[in-house]
């Protein structure tokens, strides 16, 4: 039933979900399914630097279809002429979750790729949704405001949709806490990775380093839904 009306309110508002990112290829691999899913494609992990001189690692997973590769090279061939270089890519924010394991993946679904000598390295999402869930505000230990979201947007893979993880800070932070399921929110922002430390027994000291990949959002505003 959750399902049914997530599904029912997406069609009724005008969707938007753009990405473009460039950055250093780092690793190229072949894949014939995607969290279960048969999907041959190139998954791609690509390293965009930030301003704060963090960098992010971004995953792209390019379909074969659209690889725009002439003949039939092998994965070994792609590697030798692909990584190291910069790739310029545009496409959606997808989200996945791979039931085995229970972990969702978040990820650039390619449109368009190519290979370039000099672009501006570049990470810029928007995404036009509505909020799925009651948004999570907190203060960090250093005091900084976080609000995280969760954004519904269609998905290309499966029946249904994504849900788009995405963290406010500070002054978004505030405004974005009051939001409520259901709201059709358009915001801006990067795809952002960060490295956590998972406890998995404290009584025996046994923790798990993770990445946890988002939205991280720069602007974000609430917008009346088109029927409204």
Known sequence: MRKEQDKMALENIKQDNV??????????????????IPFFAYQIILEVK??????????VVLPRYAAGLVGNPTIESIKR???GKKLLVMGT???LREYDTGKTL??????????????????DVLIRGIVARKPHYRITPKGKRITEL???SGSQLAKGMCQIPCICWDEQAEDAKRYKKWDV??????Y?????????????????????REISVREIRRVKNDRE
């Open 106 to 123: 978040m990820f650039i679904l390619a449109s368009f790729s190519k290979v370039v000598e000099h672009p501006l390295l570049q990470n």
């Open 185 to 190: 929110v358009e915001l801006t922002g990067r």
């Open 50 to 59: 930030r301003e704060s001189k963090g960098k992010d690692k971004i995953i």
């Open 19 to 36: 990405v473009a990112a460039a950055g250093y290829i780092r690793e190229i691999a072949e894949i014939e399914k995607i969290c279960g």
């Open 81 to 83: 002429n692909c990584e």
């Open 150 to 152: 969760y954004i519904l």
């Open 192 to 212: 952002q990775s960060r490295e956590y430390t998972k406890v998995i027994d404290e009584a025996a000291g046994k923790t798990e380093k993770r990445t946890a």
């Open 93 to 95: 924010v997808q989200t």
